[in-house]
């Protein structure tokens, strides 16, 4: 074998002299894979773990398959559906004949930079020396489950000529088919060294084409999707807002193998950073046809030094994927978040009556005692008081002031919130309250006391996101400041039962005084610390609900809603926009977190607003006094409604019917596991003449074998339904041929419970 590797040798080396470049790449190609034939040959008697050997990283649909080779590189050699035979996912790189692989790193599974890598790099560094380059190698790895459903596997690779390890993290939900990847970055050299960036994934997977469906918006306009295939070249996905960092662009994605998946078919992965902050995905097509996906933090300006022997571990990337349309991928995510992620994912919500609307900052002790009493009137579980309520030097009367002096306005309500937790008790109702404590007015007391805790640029002018600042959340100063405005509220009203957390600023000129002259790590940092004090918060508070609001859904991600039990996908609560703006966040977050609020905004009677509302959590932002008898007493039975439905809406299985995007008609639907109660809504979406829904909606899901009756909820007072409730239908006629809900332009929404007939 030697000699005929030296033959190889020799005519390369033959071939460099001739400076022919390109023949002598191809060269060294020839003799790699000849040297592995050989190697092949000869070793065919060697251990079962000889190189290269497999690490399978299985769900119970999925497999990603990782090769580790004999030079110790860790490649992906498979993405996609399990295979039957494990032993063959060895097999699955001679299948493939695509265009030379150069570097033989392409499909690497944590790139490096600096070394062979021709492509993006997961992971760059600065070592102490300033050496830029880094090659990582397998060490050991280990497979550690976590009960029957969850197991977590961890390859350990180190550079051979730095002290520089990473530890890739695999954890797998088996059922739900996701995985959470992040990495743990450690060294032990003398010095720091300095991450320049730090990937938590990097996955690679090969079809004959991608389809990308990102999304993009703006305040009031969140989760626009586009979907496109990808040409060669990178796409990028990322913020570098700091805070409220979605409000341009989430970090959510979905990419389709081959053709575009539709809801019931096709190949799709889902991927989402969990991370608060500044993230970048990249979405590499290569000079193979293949592709690479790298997520994580954003490394915009913010190269990280990193003390010896300290672990760098990086946030989640999660994913996960189907062969079975988007449908199929958003039940197994949903169903992940409400059994793994979600605070209190599967325990229950309060409806709620909001004043922020009804009110703005104009009201006092009275007026909301008032509305203490319309909550109760309407039926729902809690009172929440939004912005106003504070300040007093500056008193918050519009919003450009007091943010930070998390005082009760002595005018406004002088008994304190003590007063208002009690009387909300005598109404037989719960009370909650909004708060922005990550944020400064320039008109505060705490930016007059505390100047060193905002974030600004010394000597420069400042810049204002909605009047306000940031405050410097990588100083433990703030994080307990921001802890004790939190843990105030509790103390004054012991009963506080809910809180909506707002964050309406973007960071301009990110500089923190706190980190002097390690400015590169407050991105990280702040997040870091943001995390610190809602863990804290959590450890003293455990299960109390909160809102994630940011101004609308600027914010939203899987890290933070480890927090919080719900959040606000968008200030635009016209109910015709909220269709949209809900459907699409369905795909990543289960129903029961979506806050949606009854509000004024549209044009819609207040039948369809409060129908779409109650596709999720459902709230209401109206002045009760103002609505007619017969919409209060709709209102009421459509609370009563939904408390007998809300389980199968918050715990159940959604289905999406009919697309809004593709026709006249929005359809979703919510169904138990048990496959025996449901509901569908129904929504006319386009209102010219003579639209409606002509064609039966296919429902989805169901027992083909079962019996099911549908019945029309939610009817305004003094409307009948034309749905004949004392129909039976096999489970098979519904999901084939379908139903009719006879939605049309006098009846543009129309609420169905499903039963199955006994
Ligand atoms: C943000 C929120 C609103 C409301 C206002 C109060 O815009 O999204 O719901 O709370 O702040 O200022």
């Given amino acids: 074998m030697s000699t005929v590797i030296r033959i190889f040798h020799i005519t390369y080396s033959v071939l460099k002299i001739l400076k022919n470049d390109f023949f002598a790449m191809k060269f060294i190609h020839l003799k790699r894979n000849a040297s592995l034939l050989l190697i092949g040959f000869c070793s065919h008697a060697v251990a079962q773990d000889a190189r290269p050997f497999t690490i399978p990283v299985e769900s119970n649909n999925n497999a990603m398959v990782l090769q580790v080779d004999e030079k110790g590189q860790l490649s992906t050699i498979y993405f996609g559906k399990k295979l039957t035979h494990a032993a063959e996912y060895k097999l699955v790189p001679a299948a493939y004949k695509q265009t030379d692989d150069y570097s033989g790193v392409s499909n690497a599974a944590y790139s490096t930079a600096g070394t062979k890598n021709l492509f993006e790099p997961a992971i760059a560094v600065t070592h102490t020396d300033g050496n830029n380059s880094l090659d990582l190698r397998y060490v050991s790895h280990k497979v550690t489950p976590q009960g029957d459903d969850v197991s977590e596997t961890t390859i350990l690779l180190k550079d051979p000529v730095y002290a520089f390890e990473v530890t890739l993290h695999y954890k797998v939900y ?102 608060s902050g500044n993230f970048r995905i990249d979405l590499e097509l290569d000079n193979l046809d293949n592709l690479r996906i790298i997520a994580g933090i954003n490394n915009y300006a913010s190269p990280y030094s990193l003390k010896t022997n300290t672990a760098f571990e990086t946030p989640p990337f999660l994913y996960t994927f189907s062969t079975q349309g988007k449908g199929d991928a958003s039940r197994k995510l949903q169903s992940w978040a409400r059994n793994y992620k979600l605070l209190d994912g599967k325990g229950e919500r309060l409806t709620l009556l909001n004043n922020w609307e009804a009110t703005y900052f104009n009201f006092d002790e009275s007026r909301l005692k008032g509305l203490l009493k319309d909550t109760k009137d309407l039926g729902v579980d809690l009172f929440l008081l939004d912005d106003g309520w504070f300040g007093n030097k500056y008193p918050r009367n519009a919003d450009n002031a007091a943010l930070g002096d998390w005082q009760e306005n002595r005018k406004k309500l002088p008994n304190g919130i003590a007063a208002l937790d009690s009387s909300a008790q005598q109404n037989g109702v719960k009370f909650g309250i909004w708060i922005e404590p990550e944020m400064v007015s320039p008109k505060s007391e705490l930016y007059e006391k505390h100047p060193d805790w905002v974030l600004k640029q010394p000597g420069r002018e400042e810049h204002y996101f909605r009047h306000q600042l940031v405050l410097d959340l990588s100083n433990p100063q703030v994080q307990d400041f921001v802890f004790h405005v939190v843990d105030s509220l509790f103390i004054k009203a012991p009963k506080l039962s809910y809180i909506k957390w707002d964050c309406n600023a973007v960071i301009y000129n990110a500089w923190s005084s706190f980190q002097k002259q390690q400015q590169s790590q407050f991105y990280v940092e702040y997040v870091r610390g943001l995390y610190k004090v809602l863990a804290r918060i959590r450890a003293k508070y455990p299960l109390v609900p909160m809102m994630l609001c940011s101004g609308g859904g600027g914010r939203v991600d899987y890290n933070a809603l480890q927090y919080f039990t719900e959040y606000w996908p968008s200030d635009n609560t016209d109910p015709l926009e909220r269709i949209y703006i809900q459907w699409e966040n369905s795909y990543f977050y289960p129903a029961i977190a979506s806050a949606n609020h009854v509000t004024d905004w549209g044009k819609q009677p207040i039948k369809f607003r409060v129908d779409v509302a109650m596709m999720g959590k459902l709230g209401f932002d109206i002045v009760v006094k103002d609505l007619k008898e017969a919409e209060r007493k709709f209102c009421q039975e459509a609370i009563g409604n939904y408390n007998t439905w809300k389980d199968v809406i918050w715990h159940g299985n959604q289905y999406r019917l009919a697309n809004p995007e593709e026709g006249s008609i929005a359809a979703i639907m919510y169904l138990d596991e048990k496959k025996s109660k ?32 549908l019945k029309e909820i939610n009817l305004y007072p003094g409307t009948a339904s034309p749905v004949p409730s004392e129909q039976v239908y096999s489970g098979e006629f519904l999901m084939r041929v379908g139903f009719n809900p006879q939605v049309n332009t006098t009846r543009t929404s129309v609420v169905l419970e499903i039963n199955e007939a006994i």
Avoid: C
């Avoid at 997977?205 to 990808?230: F, I, T, V």
């Avoid at 409606?692 to 074998?705: E, F, H, M, T, V």
């Fill in 678 to 709: 449901g509901v569908v809504f129904n929504y006319l979406v386009k209102s010219r003449y003579d639209e409606g829904s002509k064609l039966p909606i296919r429902l989805k899901g169901l027992d083909a074998a079962k019996q099911y009756r």
């Fill in 174 to 275: 088996k059922a739900s088919d996701v995985i959470e990847q992040w990495s743990v970055i450690r060294h032990q050299e003398k010095g720091n060294v300095t991450l320049q960036k730090f990937a938590s994934a990097n996955l690679y997977l090969k079809a004959s084409r991608y389809w990308l469906k990102q999304y993009h918006g703006d305040w009031a306009k969140e989760m626009q999707p586009e979907e496109a295939p990808l040409t060669h070249g990178i796409k990028t996905l990322d913020t570098k807002l700091g805070t409220r960092a979605n409000l341009f662009q989430p970090s959510v994605f979905m990419v389709s193998l081959d053709q575009r998946a539709t809801e019931d078919e096709g190949s799709v992965l889902y991927g989402a950073m969990e991370w």
